[in-house]
C-alpha cells in the first residue's frame, strides 16, 4: 500500500480527551478515529490489525471444536426477561422499541440468543458437547466510556458458548479454553495472567480473567513470580502472619478511660502497641436492612466483595446514624459488653448457616447485634478494643474468655507483600488490564429456556454451560498500551498493520531512489508482503517520526545515501539503531524475516 492514497494519516496533534495512551496513539497513528464517547471508527490500518487479531482467535477457537456463527445484535425484551437480565443488567442496557412499539435491546452480551438456538438442536447426549462462537459488535450503556478502546459504548467482542452433559465435561472443556485463550494472547505478542475473579451479572460462580500487566491498567491484581499466578484483589487469598508470640498468657481484661481519636492509628499509638494488637470491628448494614458486626484484626482491612460472597447478599457500611440508633460509639465499637439493641426487630442481625439451600441467610434478633469475624483473630491474645463507651476501651481482650464470634471465614483484603498461599513468596500487585473471561454458567441460562437433553438412561436433564469472551477492539488497545515507548506503538509482528515500513528519501529528485525503491516495493509485494511504502514528498524528520508513531515491525530506508554503497538501511522497531544491508540482497532478507517463523505448511511462504 502507498502511504500517498492511504486513508488515514497520522497527526502529532494530542486530541484533547484522549485519556489514555491507546487513545493519543492509535488517534495519532491514523488507526482509529473518535465518533463519540466510546464510539470509534476503525481506519484501514486499525482494521488490518483488528482483522489479524480476530483471525488468530478464530484459529484458536476452531482448534478447540468451537464452530463459527453469526447472531443478531438486535433482542426481542422477551429474551431478557425470561433470564431476569432486563432487570440486573438494566443500567448498561440500550433500549429501543421496533414497529407496533415492541421492545428490543441491543445486545451487550449472547447468552438470551444462543441458549433458545442451541435449545432447537440439543435434543439428546449424542447432541453434546456443543461449542458455538462469533465475532460481533456489542452494546453497553457505560456510564464513564473512558480509556480509548479499552471500555467502549459499541466494541467488538468474540463470544463463544459451550454446552455440555455433566460437570466434569465442562470442567475439561473449560481448561482447553483456558489454554486456548493463552495461545491467543502469546499469539498477540502480550504476557497474559489467569486470575481468578467473580462472574459478575453472568455467573454467580468463580470466573476466571485474563489480565495483561500494564501500567495503565483498571484493574489491580496481586501477582506471586514464583508460582507465575495471579489474583484479582478482590477475591485474592495469602497467608496472612502474626506477628505475635502465639504462646503469649491470656491476661484479666481491663476496662480504662482514654481519650483518643476513632482511628486505628490513633488508637494504637494511645496505647502504645502495634495496629495488630487492636480487635477492629465494623459494622455492615445488609441487604434485608439488618445490621451485623465484623472483626478484623487491626492492622487489615475487610474485603467487602468476600463478606458479599459469604453472606449471599450486598453490604454496605452502617452510618453514623445506624450505630448510634442502636446505643454504639462510632470508633469505640466492639463485641465485649454490647449494650441491649434499641427498637429490637429494627436493628440487630442474627447470622446463620442455612444449610438446604447452601447460603448464609440473616435474621433480626431482639437482643444486640452479632458478630462473625475474620480468621486472623484467632492467633492474637490480648487485643485492644473499644468499650463500646466514648473514650473507654478495653485491654487484655481475648477470644473465648472475654467475647465471642458467631463464624469464623476468611474476609481479609490482601494485599502487596502479604505471602502466597501456594509457595509463601512475597505477593506483588500491580495493574493490569482484563484482556478476556471465561464463565462456568451451569444451568442458569439452560434452565431459563428449558434446554433440556436425553442421558444414556433416557433420562431429561438441563445442559450445563460455559462461556468464553475475548473483546477483540478491547485487545487491540491492550497491546498498544502494554507495547509502546516515548515515540509511538511497537506492534508484535503477528498483528502488525503491516509488516514492513518501506520508506523513500528524496525520490523527487534522485530518480535512482524512487526506481530502487519501486523495484523493492514491487519484489515484496509479489511475495504477498504486506508493505506500507512511503511514496509521500514529505522530508526525512516527518517519515521517521511517523514510521515511529505507527509501529510497523521493521524499517527499510533507500536514500541516495545509502545506495552510494548499494546499501538500504536495516532498523527493527524494537531496537535504538539501525544496520546497513546490501541492496540486492535485501528483498531475500525481507523476505527471509517475514516468513522464516511461518509454518502454515505452504511452501510457497518459503
Request: charged share 30%.
Amino acid at each position: 500500500m502507498r502511504y500517498s492514497r492511504f486513508f488515514g494519516r497520522t497527526t502529532m496533534t494530542v486530541p484533547h480527551d484522549a485519556d489514555s495512551v491507546n487513545a493519543r496513539l492509535l488517534t495519532q497513528g491514523g488507526f482509529v478515529d473518535k465518533m463519540a464517547a466510546g464510539i470509534y471508527n476503525y481506519l484501514p490500518m486499525g482494521k488490518r490489525v483488528l482483522d489479524k487479531i480476530i483471525q488468530i482467535i478464530r484459529e484458536e477457537m476452531n482448534a478447540v471444536d468451537g464452530q463459527e456463527i453469526s447472531m443478531p445484535a438486535l433482542h426481542p425484551i422477551e429474551l431478557w426477561q425470561q433470564t431476569g437480565r432486563d432487570k440486573t443488567a438494566d443500567a448498561i442496557l440500550y433500549r429501543t422499541k421496533g414497529a407496533g412499539g415492541k421492545d428490543f435491546v441491543f445486545a451487550p452480551s449472547h447468552e438470551e440468543a444462543v441458549t433458545p438456538l442451541a435449545k432447537k438442536y440439543i435434543q439428546s447426549y449424542k447432541d453434546l458437547p456443543l461449542s458455538a462462537y462469533q465475532f460481533q459488535t456489542k452494546f453497553r450503556n457505560e456510564p464513564r466510556a473512558k480509556s480509548g478502546v479499552l471500555r467502549g459504548r459499541e466494541f467488538g467482542m468474540k463470544d463463544m458458548y459451550s454446552f455440555h452433559v455433566s460437570d466434569e465435561d465442562l470442567d475439561q472443556y473449560y481448561e482447553r479454553v483456558k489454554q486456548a485463550y493463552l495461545n491467543v494472547y502469546e499469539r498477540c505478542g502480550v504476557k497474559a495472567y489467569v486470575v481468578e475473579a467473580s462472574g459478575g451479572i453472568f455467573s454467580d460462580k468463580i470466573s476466571h480473567e485474563f489480565s495483561v500487566v500494564t501500567p495503565a491498567g483498571e484493574d489491580t491484581i496481586l501477582v506471586c513470580k514464583k508460582c507465575n499466578i495471579a489474583q484479582n484483589i478482590e477475591i485474592a487469598e495469602g497467608k496472612i502472619h502474626n506477628p505475635h508470640d502465639p504462646e503469649e498468657k491470656e491476661l484479666k481484661m481491663v476496662e480504662v478511660k482514654m481519650e483518643r481519636g476513632p482511628s486505628i492509628d490513633e488508637n494504637a499509638k494511645a496505647h502504645k502497641i502495634e495496629p495488630s494488637k487492636i480487635l477492629k470491628s465494623v459494622v455492615y448494614k445488609l441487604q434485608n436492612g439488618g445490621l451485623l458486626g465484623v472483626c478484623i484484626r487491626g492492622d487489615l482491612q475487610v474485603n467487602e466483595h468476600k463478606l458479599s460472597k459469604f453472606l449471599g447478599q450486598e453490604v454496605h457500611p452502617a452510618s453514623k446514624e445506624d450505630l448510634e440508633a442502636i446505643g454504639l460509639v462510632p470508633g469505640f465499637i466492639s463485641p465485649v459488653g454490647l449494650p441491649k439493641v434499641k427498637g429490637g426487630l429494627k436493628h440487630a442481625a442474627e447470622v446463620y448457616d442455612t444449610h438446604e439451600k447452601g447460603v448464609k441467610e440473616v435474621h433480626r434478633s431482639k437482643e444486640s447485634l452479632h458478630f462473625i469475624a475474620d480468621n486472623s483473630i484467632k492467633t492474637v491474645k490480648n487485643f485492644v478494643t473499644g468499650a463500646n463507651k466514648k473514650n473507654m476501651d478495653l485491654i487484655n481482650v481475648n477470644l473465648g474468655t472475654d467475647f465471642t464470634i458467631d463464624d469464623f471465614a476468611d474476609l481479609v483484603s490482601i494485599k502487596a507483600g502479604f505471602a502466597c498461599s501456594k509457595c509463601g513468596s512475597k505477593l506483588e500487585e500491580t495493574k493490569a488490564i482484563e484482556a478476556g473471561n471465561i464463565f462456568k454458567l451451569g444451568t442458569k441460562y439452560s434452565e431459563a429456556f428449558d434446554v433440556n437433553f436425553t442421558d444414556e438412561k433416557g433420562q431429561r436433564k438441563l445442559a450445563i454451560m460455559g462461556c468464553y469472551g475475548i473483546g477483540t477492539t478491547r485487545l487491540v488497545g491492550t497491546i498498544v498500551e502494554a507495547s509502546n515507548d516515548e515515540k509511538g506503538i511497537i506492534w508484535p509482528k503477528s498483528v502488525a498493520p503491516f509488516q514492513v515500513h518501506l520508506i523513500a528519501l528524496g525520490a523527487e529528485k534522485d530518480p535512482e531512489v524512487k526506481k530502487s525503491a519501486e523495484d523493492i516495493y514491487e519484489v515484496l509485494n509479489h511475495a504477498c508482503v504486506e508493505v506500507l511504502y512511503d511514496d509521500r514528498d514529505e522530508s526525512a524528520g516527518k517519515k521517521f517520526n511517523d514510521a515511529d508513531l505507527i509501529g510497523i515491525p521493521l524499517r527499510i530506508v533507500v536514500s541516495s545515501r545509502t545506495l552510494k554503497e548499494k546499501n538500504v538501511e536495516w532498523k527493527l522497531r524494537t531496537e535504538a539503531e539501525g544496520k546497513l544491508v546490501k541492496y540486492e540482497m535485501a528483498p531475500k532478507e525481507i523476505i527471509e524475516w517475514v516468513y522464516g517463523d511461518c509454518d502454515c505448511g505452504d511452501d510457497d511462504c518459503k
